[in-house]
């Protein structure tokens, strides 16, 4: 960038900063005070409708105690009429014990009836509003119920909103994306806040693209209608217009006053320019003429003498600046396309050689155990400490220890002649060095935290603390020998730190994409493997077994009554359930099997290389191991409770239970449900599917399962090749049947 650039950008950060901080100060400051009062106005209003429908099913409930007072069954009807007449309840339906109506007011609302204590019906919209209470005889016998309804139409909408002074709308109760009932928005904005209301939860309060703020209420106990109240924002229209438009009038004002004074600024400074731009391009011999003495005077005297003293050096400068420029333009090639640690590595370092004209060198990184060892070696034939220099790794150094330990333990960046000691170090032999480390990218915003503190990082010192022991430091990037000089001088020094930048982000971004990976294929609750990788694996596994003949169990389990664990102790308890029952699998599974979290409290099991037997034998280990330990967990009271908890599960066998891996995850699946309906607490084998006619395919000796009727492993194979592969293409997670 010239000079000119610099002063016009200087001027315009001095300018537009401030400018631009205001403008986000001002714009942010509205949308947080508009946010904070719809969310009170939201927040009122939701108390005022919980207390508006608390109240009409209190006078619900004293409309139907007032008939079941009157004892004599002749004088109930004239009861329930007079309720009805005084507007105490829209309809009164009077039921026997066996819920047969026996009495029911005319011109009652239509049903389903909601009863205010209970929860809102699966499907369909709710009609009224019921409060039910027992009829009993004088002598305490129970006669049935007496109900008493009010209607939950639009006008009863219209009331809510009239009373909270906000937009309410009534939502269909049927499961799935939310519906309209009744509503007082206005038909523009009734889309938006739908869909707003379908992201919601909870109390929590969300905005749509039009600037008004939805809140869901209900339903809840003593609440079961569920609404959704909203209200427009009320930031004033064209905010953001209007900062928009100040900020770039004030940017076309800047710039025009920059450019004006840069240009007044540079204009003496043309004539250098010039004879410099004659230098750029190789003419040594220009020279600018002193005119003042004043300091621009000054550089054009000192101009001319760089020319004269530097002209011997071109020709050595400009061939060292294009092998710099090739081994960064590696570099940074390398960089982006891979991310194999050791390739990167040994890109660096031999950049890093080329560009100080060290003899030799080496990249160390931090191990679990606080050791330093070699990742990749370049020119150290003869100097090894060890007989072995065809592996880097043979190049440990504990923290501490020699050159290399102490810059890892200091971050100190050393250069200097090598002093031999008595005590190995385990460091390479050499006469001179330069060492400097390397830390993670934002190691110093993060207080000097260490591996244990980022995933997928090791330890950074000895103790594995992150404290003085390498203050988040990956490595040591050291060389050796410099190349016609006696040592490493300064210059050397920055650019060895430069090459442990590139270092430090590349040990960083390959460890960031391999927990990145990791992340995307576990659960986070209880680190099973997720969904995802089950497709994928199940269908490599089904691969694997079709093309080697092998057999592939899987296991479909589910924990029984999971939601009755929920509702008595909490969701809270629920997961350390499934923490708990996820560790127990892991530990009653080989190394080689493969366990997942299908979704909710449903996991599957994939057994490689394991009969329906074998599967058998682990599911019922699995049953075992959950049944005979019931799961301690915290109570409401604070007081440890031990959960007891069974499990179900189905099993199926590929190929002999299905053809594909869909098909053979649909067929554990199937023996799962056969499980819970046979009284949960066990497991079952998937039926054989039945027989389809298809072109008979030899097989080799052995194929057809064993008289009890349970599979062997490897007994399949087609001499022209099977059905392999599961089925292509992602799928979503079979929902529950009730389990």
């Known amino acids: 960038m010239t000079l000119r650039g610099r002063l016009t950008g200087a001027f315009l950060t001095v300018v537009l900063g401030p400018v631009l901080l205001g403008a986000f100060f001002v714009g942010s400051t509205m949308s947080a005070v508009d946010r904070g009062r ?47 007449s005084r507007g105490l309840a829209a309809a009164v339906r009077v039921a026997d014990t066996a819920g047969r109506t026996t009495y029911a007011t005319p011109g009652g609302p239509a049903e389903p009836w909601q009863d205010c204590s209970g929860a809102p019906p699966a499907t369909g919209p709710v009609r009224a509003l019921a409060a039910r209470v027992q009829l009993r005889d004088p002598a305490g016998a129970d006669l049935g119920t007496v109900a008493a309804a009010q209607p939950v139409d639009p006008a009863f909408v219209a009331r809510l909103a009239a009373v909270t002074g906000v937009a309410v709308t009534l939502l269909d109760a049927r499961a799935g994306p939310v519906r309209l009932a009744h509503t007082t928005e206005n038909r523009g904005v009734r889309a938006a806040v739908l869909a707003a209301a379908d992201r919601v939860d909870g109390d929590r309060v969300t905005e749509t693209a039009d600037g008004r703020y939805v809140r869901r209420v209900g339903p809840s106990p003593g609440q079961p209608l569920p609404l959704v109240l909203s209200v427009p924002g009320e930031r004033p229209p064209g905010l953001y217009a209007a900062l928009v438009g100040a900020v770039v009038l004030a940017a076309l004002l800047a710039v025009l006053a920059a450019w004006r004074l840069a240009r007044a600024t540079t204009r003496p400074l043309v004539e250098l320019a010039g004879a410099v731009d004659r230098v750029a391009h190789g003419d040594l011999t220009a020279r600018v003429p002193v005119r003042s003495r004043d300091e621009i005077g000054r550089l054009a005297l000192a101009f001319n003498r760089m020319t004269r003293e530097t002209g ?13 420029r090739g081994h960064l333009a590696v570099l940074g090639d390398t960089l982006a396309s891979t991310h194999d640690l050791q390739r990167i590595l040994r890109v660096i370092l031999h950049s890093a050689i080329a560009a100080t004209g060290a003899r030799a060198g080496a990249v160390l990184l931090l191990d679990a155990g606080g050791v330093l060892v070699g990742q990749c070696a370049e020119g150290l034939e ?41 005590e190995p170090t385990g460091e390479p032999l050499c006469e001179t060095y330069i060492a400097v480390p390397f830390a993670a990218p934002g190691a110093a915003e993060l207080g000097g935290r260490a591996g244990p503190d980022r995933p997928g990082h090791p330890p950074a010192g000895a103790d594995g603390d992150g404290g003085p022991a390498g203050g988040g430091t990956l490595g040591v990037l050291a060389l050796y020998d410099r190349l016609g000089a006696d040592e490493f001088d300064d210059d050397d020094l920055e650019t060895l730190r430069t090459f442990a930048g590139h270092a430090a982000v590349a040990v960083d971004n390959v460890r960031v994409h391999e927990e990145a990976q990791r992340l995307s294929l576990t659960d986070p609750l209880t680190g099973l493997w997720n969904y995802r990788y089950l497709r994928e694996s199940i269908r490599r596994e089904v691969e694997r077994a079709n093309r080697f003949g092998r057999m592939l169990s899987v296991l479909a389990l589910d924990l029984d009554r999971f939601k009755d664990v929920n509702d008595t102790w909490g969701h809270t308890a629920g997961d350390v359930v499934l923490v708990e029952f996820a560790r127990r699998v892991r530990g009653e ?5 493969l366990a997942f979290r299908h979704g909710g409290e449903e996991f599957v099991v994939l057994l490689p290389e394991t009969d329906a037997r074998g599967a058998a034998i682990v599911a019922e280990r699995l049953g075992a191991v959950v049944r005979d330990s019931p799961v301690p967990v915290d109570g409401h ?19 002999d239970h299905a053809a594909t891996g869909q098909q053979v995850l649909d067929a554990a699946d199937d023996a799962l449900y056969a499980a819970k309906a046979a009284g949960r607490d066990g497991y079952r084998l998937a039926q054989p599917p039945d027989p389809t006619p298809a072109q008979e395919i030899p097989v080799v000796a052995g194929a057809v399962s064993p008289p009890d009727g349970l599979p062997r492993a490897g007994a399949v194979e087609a001499a022209g090749g099977g059905p392999g592969g599961a089925s292509s293409g992602p799928h979503p997670p079979r929902q529950s049947r009730g389990r």
């Open 38 to 84: 719809s969310t009170e106005r939201l927040g009122l209003a939701a108390a005022g409708v919980r207390t508006s429908v608390d109240a009409l099913c209190q006078q619900l409930r004293a409309a139907a105690d007032a008939v079941a007072l009157v004892t004599d069954p002749a004088a109930r009807p004239g009861a329930a009429t007079q309720v009805v």
């Open 312 to 324: 011997t050096y071109v020709t050595a400068l400009t061939s060292s600046r294009d092998q710099l």
């Open 382 to 422: 003869g100097r090894w400490p060890v007989a072995d220099p065809a592996d880097p790794a043979t190049l440990r150094v504990p923290v501490g220890a020699g050159v290399v330990g102490a810059v890892f333990a200091t971050g100190e960046p050393p250069r200097g002649r090598w002093e031999p000691t008595t």
């Open 589 to 593: 599974i080989r190394e080689m099997d």
């Open 637 to 655: 009271s604070g007081e440890p409770l031990l959960v007891p908890v069974t499990v179900s599960i189905g099993i199926a066998v590929y190929p």
